[in-house]
């Protein structure tokens, strides 16, 4: 679903660029109370992950594909603040290195891809968990449900953005309805790989998914005939033991490695035909002002290498390079993020003042 340049005009874009720049700021505090030495290598990890996985285009209807989006993922896994870092971080890689979503309409894909199905997802997420059983099967429905839902829900927005700045002069009607319709289908798409990748995870270290926490059901004892809750345990502030530091290891490096072969070996078998967006855009003519890409040229355009001339291998290297510098710059922003909350925290950042 990235927006090219040319779909939405100048002053849209530029709206949805201040839209875009303040929803960051304020996910960039919000992250800070999210991140911590054991989840900010993880979201630098997530942002790879989702990079690596929108190369896997899937076949949804004639002619048509789909791919991820991956704010619900990122939202379960590592918070929803630090969801929305996560794919405005791959968004900026892919738009930057691969030519694939408008410089100009950064801010709209931002606001439509990060913002909007973060936001949609996370709060279907918790709604369902509250009402659902305490336990892990739980978390894994609801991110099934909350992935599924988060799709169509960019779709309407896209769909809004274009009726306020369309460049040209199609039925919103029309648009609507075929957005929409084969949005549902690619969340089916979206919402299977959330699931099974959330379901992974909580399967082998539960305490590192953020959607998770606080789900553990407490302990009932039997008092005088009735159940109550047992009394909540002290927190033990010894430090994370060695086996965990290393389970904590082997799941980044088992995740990096995943990402790698996606993005470097499986994308080649991704489907060719145009995704969500692509279609609904020629078949309703939204294309037609669509301007070339300012970064047409780069060395990494359309996900492959320059100069190299067997397919397999160009796309295969552009994949590796892509999630390589994803992990690198995102795990930079979130290491950056989680020192700031860690100095912001030390003794002597704050002053008090005596009346």
């Known amino acids: 679903m990235h927006v090219p340049d040319g779909f939405i005009n100048a002053p849209t874009s530029a709206a949805a660029g201040v839209v875009a720049a303040g929803a960051l700021a304020v996910s960039l505090r919000g992250a800070r109370r999210e991140l911590d030495e054991r989840t900010a290598p993880l979201a630098g990890l997530v942002a790879a992950f989702i990079f690596a996985v929108q190369m896997l285009n899937f076949p949804v209807a004639a002619g048509t594909s789909g791919h991820l989006l991956g704010g619900a993922l990122a939202a379960i896994l590592v918070g929803p603040y630090t969801g929305v870092l996560c794919v405005s971080v791959v968004l900026l ?40 059983p305490r336990r892990r099967r739980s978390v894994t429905v609801a991110s099934f449900a909350a992935a599924l839902l988060s799709v169509p829900a960019a779709a309407v927005v896209f769909t809004l953005i274009y009726a306020i700045g369309g460049t040209t002069d199609v039925s919103i009607g029309k648009v609507a309805t075929a957005m929409i319709g084969v949005h549902v289908l690619i969340g089916i798409g979206e919402a299977a790989i959330t699931a099974l990748t959330v379901g992974a995870v909580i399967a082998v270290r539960p305490d590192l998914v953020y959607g998770a926490r606080g789900l553990e059901q407490r302990l009932k004892l039997r008092v005088n005939g009735e ?74 355009a359309d996900y492959g290498v320059k100069d190299i001339s067997d397919a397999r291998l160009s796309g295969g290297l552009a994949g590796v390079i892509g999630v390589g510098v994803t992990v690198v710059v995102g795990s930079t922003v979130f290491w950056v993020v989680r020192r700031r909350r860690t100095d912001s925290d030390a003794p002597g950042s704050s002053v008090s003042q005596a009346a």
Request: no cysteine; charged share 15%; net charge negative.
């Open 93 to 132: 890689m892919q738009g930057i290195l691969f030519a694939d979503g408008g410089l100009t309409a950064l801010g709209v894909n931002i606001t439509d891809m990060a913002i909007t199905t973060t936001v949609v997802a996370y709060a279907v997420f918790r709604g369902l968990v509250k009402v659902l």
């Open 227 to 300: 159940l109550v809750d047992a009394p909540a345990a002290e927190p033990a502030p010894a430090p994370v033991p060695a086996a965990a530091r290393s389970s904590h290891r082997k799941l980044w490096i088992t995740g990096l490695v995943a990402s790698l072969i996606l993005a470097g070996f499986v994308s080649f078998y991704a489907s060719a035909s145009p995704d969500g967006l692509e279609k609904v855009a020629h078949d309703q003519g939204i294309d037609q002002k669509e301007k070339p890409h300012a970064n047409a040229d780069s060395p990494l």
